[in-house]
């Protein structure tokens, strides 16, 4: 199986930019979809982005279209999300996940195997 670890999150002013990584270890990501989710306080998880196991397609929620993009380096092992733009209402524990094969539900379900441990982002206004 796939083991996860997310890094990058931090605290950063409003209309800051991060770069979130996810790098994979045990398996080679190339065979998972792969996305990105964050939970606020208080609040349920959430889709961020998806993106497919070539990364040919890639998907985003409406709250961070235009301001956000998920790549992916299967030579590394790795998957981004780059952050631009961004508001204090991003702020939350950013995690990514990773499913083999098709997503039941969709690419933005939370119906994914492998979870990492989740990177904090904070922006203050």
């Known amino acids: 199986q796939v083991q996860l670890v997310e890094s990058g999150g931090g605290v950063v002013q409003a209309g800051g930019s991060l770069r979130l990584s996810c790098a994979a270890s045990g398996r080679t990501l190339s065979l998972y979809a792969v996305a990105w989710f964050r939970q606020a306080p208080g609040k349920n998880r959430e889709s961020v982005s998806a993106?497919?196991?070539?990364?040919?397609?890639?998907y985003y929620a409406d709250s961070v279209k235009g301001r956000f993009t998920i790549s992916r380096d299967n030579a590394k092992n790795a998957v981004f999300l780059q952050m631009n733009s961004l508001k204090p209402e991003d702020t939350a524990v950013y995690y990514c996940?990773?499913?083999?094969?098709?997503?039941?539900?969709?690419?933005?379900?939370?119906?994914?195997?492998?979870w990492g441990q989740g990177t904090q982002v904070t922006v203050s206004s």
């Open positions: 996940a990773a499913e083999q094969g098709i997503v039941a539900g969709g690419p933005l379900s939370l119906n994914y195997d492998y």
């Open positions: 993106i497919s196991a070539r990364g040919g397609t890639t």
